[in-house]
């Protein structure tokens, strides 16, 4: 159990991560909404932390997250775990997310401090100060 969080990454050692390590599996958390109308990294798997039309945490999120892991393995003291990167839209709820995962005994749990729109500017729109989208990495959108 960690008290401190997921690693934090920058955006461009996301993408990093995930050229180096083909087993590392990038997780758009933001709800389903967000995901496909304002778009999302390439290549992302999209498991919702909090969704609509509720709004509350998914109760099933670590169990899609350990089925994303080589079939569902568990990770256990002294095992390898493919590294998991999480993204949201400007790291807070990804920050949540990984301290859940590393209480449920992932090792290997990360997080884009920026998310995929940043900050809001002095105008109070995002993308304009940070994010995956503003670093210019692969995004598409539906």
Not at 15 to 40: C, K, N
Not at 67 to 81: D, F, H, R, T, V
Request: charged letters at 25%; aromatic letters at 8%.
């Amino acid at each position: 159990m960690s008290d401190h969080g997921p690693k934090s990454l920058t955006p461009q050692q996301a993408w990093q991560l995930l050229q180096d390590d083909p087993q590392a599996v990038l997780v758009d958390i933001r709800s389903t909404m967000e995901y496909l109308f304002v778009g999302h990294p390439s290549g992302a798997v999209h498991v919702p932390w909090i969704d609509e039309p509720d709004w509350t945490i998914n109760p099933d999120f670590t169990t899609e997250i350990r089925k994303l892991l080589l079939g569902g393995a568990i990770c256990s003291e002294g095992a390898e775990c493919a590294p998991v990167i999480l993204i949201c839209r400007s790291g807070k709820r990804s920050h949540e997310a990984g301290k859940v995962l590393l209480e449920a005994g992932l090792t290997a749990v990360f997080h884009v401090d920026e998310g995929f729109e940043g900050e809001r500017d002095e105008h109070h729109h995002r993308g304009t100060l940070g994010g995956w989208r503003f670093r210019g990495l692969p995004w598409e959108q539906c």
